[in-house]
């Protein structure tokens, strides 16, 4: 199977030759993919081909990433899915519950053809093909593991659809999943305390898959079934968009991450709920985190609401923007969308309390909570406004956040992005001004500004990534 057949013959954009994936922020258990013993990155590079197994200097290339709290995946173009990271529940999909630093491929998932993968706090889901299929089964089926899933190995799951439905999106929150049908169905599974589920009840206890069925548009009229394009799972609360662009959302909350003036059961949400405030507004791509969720228009104006106490609505420090809840931490919370980028954004990417954007001019911007470095360049424990992360060169194919780190997926679509890529990969302290110097003159404006924080950074400590790298080079 040829990465075309998965991407379909219409495609217009050629898939690109070469593919960088970078990951950045909090390494406790190793979820960066690096051999260092450091428990943060704030300068992320391009993870080397190496890592995975292939030669140095081969063109590698990508169709996936996402981070989960403490874990990572990648999917590669060949169909292979590789994982590394925190394995407490046996996330990875390796059988063990061995944490990992490096990258390594699920081999039970050799005879698939992995196309999209999604991780969870402890668990993780991906949706594959078979290698080989004489046309009597069913492509895009759905692979679950991890906590609540009943295996450590990925098993095949039907859940409540039969077993030749097409699985187009699966999302994963702290303790449930949701994934999303072709015909544009959800199903949903894992724990209901908060109704995340969306069956109009709570209930303790795993429960079993069940098909949503019911969408309340207007709260005066009875709820009916509505045609999903996307879903996103937040911690314990779910978003979803219609085909009409509409947003629903259900579960937990209580930050007013649902975009609710008001709750229909205390601080929860049982059935999904229209959010009236986005009415007359086209919504492409929803994105929940945490406790906050964002979600971004045709025309690339990005909107945000929930909880923004770590600055990940990206909105301000806590001001007149947000509604007040007198207690103890001095929490702020805002429950009606409000604008966060007016034009320009393309992909947006929510992690428990921080935030990422790409943006129509190349660059990627993060707010929230940066005490790793996950959201921003600076080194401020919070990042109250969208700003940029210089780091990546290439066009930005994925953006995805996690517990507490980063990832992004580039590719090089042209002979320019391709020297950016191998220049970006042997810059070290020494030679940067050289390399910003020589990117400034030719427009290569990503990769000077990669060269330009790599000197501030330098200034305030050495990078022991950088120094390894350079010390390497000499030898």
């Known amino acids: 199977m040829d990465v075309d057949d998965i991407f379909g013959t219409t495609r217009s954009v050629s898939v690109p030759q ?26 992320p590079k391009q993870l080397p081909p190496e890592l995975f197994g292939c030669p140095s200097g081969v063109n590698t290339r990508w169709l996936d990433v996402a981070c989960g709290r403490e874990h990572t995946a990648a999917v590669a173009s060949d169909g292979s899915l590789f994982t590394w990271g925190a394995n407490d529940f046996g ?25 999209s993968v999604s991780c969870g706090a402890h668990c993780t889901a991906c949706i594959a093909e078979p290698r080989e299929n004489d046309g009597t089964i069913s492509t895009r089926r759905l692979w679950v593991w991890g906590q609540n ?43 209901n305390e908060y109704g995340q589920l969306g069956r109009g009840f709570t209930c303790e206890g795993l429960q079993g898959a069940r098909v949503i069925n019911a969408y309340a548009k207007f709260l005066d009229e009875a709820p009916e079934l509505v045609k999903i394009t996307q879903v996103s799972c937040g911690e314990y609360h779910t978003a979803a968009i219609s085909e009409k662009g509409e947003v629903f959302t259900w579960g937990l909350g209580n930050m007013g991450q649902l975009g609710h ?56 420090p806590q001001s007149g923007f947000f509604s007040c809840v007198p207690n103890n931490s001095d929490t702020f919370f805002r429950n009606i969308p409000a604008i966060v980028v ?28 940066n005490n790793y470095g996950q959201a921003a360049n600076e080194k401020s424990t919070y990042a109250w406004y969208p700003s940029p992360v210089d780091w990546c060169v290439g066009e930005v194919r994925k953006l995805t956040a996690g517990g507490g780190h980063s990832a992004v997926l580039t590719d090089a679509c042209s002979l320019k992005d391709l020297c950016e890529f191998m220049l970006a990969d042997r810059v070290t302290p020494s030679n940067a001004s050289v390399i910003e110097d ?4 030719t427009g290569s404006d990503a990769l000077a500004r990669l060269c330009e924080r790599l000197r501030e950074h330098m200034v305030d400590g050495v990078d022991c990534e950088h120094e390894d790298n350079e010390s390497n080079a000499k030898n």
């Not at 659809?161 to 959800?186: D, K, R």
């Not at 969720?293 to 923004?308: D, I, P, Q, R, V």
């Not at 034009?343 to 954007?357: D, E, R």
């Open 18 to 43: 070469k593919c960088a994936i970078y990951v950045w922020g909090y390494n406790q258990s190793g979820q960066t993919g690096r051999k260092g013993k450091e428990h943060q990155l704030r300068i």
């Open 342 to 369: 007016p034009k320009g954004v393309q992909l947006v990417a929510c992690g428990h309390s921080h935030t990422l954007i790409s943006t129509t001019d190349g660059r990627i911007h993060g707010w929230g909570y």
């Open 261 to 316: 003036c008001s709750l229909q059961y205390g601080d929860k949400e049982l059935l999904p709920r229209r959010v009236v405030a986005l009415d007359g507004i086209f919504i492409k791509d929803v994105a929940c985190g945490g406790v906050h969720t964002c979600a971004m228009t045709h025309e690339g104006a990005l909107y945000a609401w929930g909880g923004g106490q770590a600055g990940q609505l990206g909105l301000g």
């Open 438 to 441: 020589v990117a400034s003159r």
């Open 91 to 115: 996330q990875l999909g390796d059988g063990t519950e061995d944490r990992r630093k490096h990258p390594k491929k699920v081999k039970e998932l050799e005879t698939e053809f992995v196309i």
């Open 149 to 191: 899933q009943g295996s450590n190995h990925p098993r095949l799951y039907w859940g409540a659809f039969t077993p030749n439905t097409m699985i187009c999106q699966v999302s994963c929150g702290a303790v449930h999943v949701v994934a999303l049908s072709g015909e544009g169905l959800l199903q949903a599974w894992g724990y």
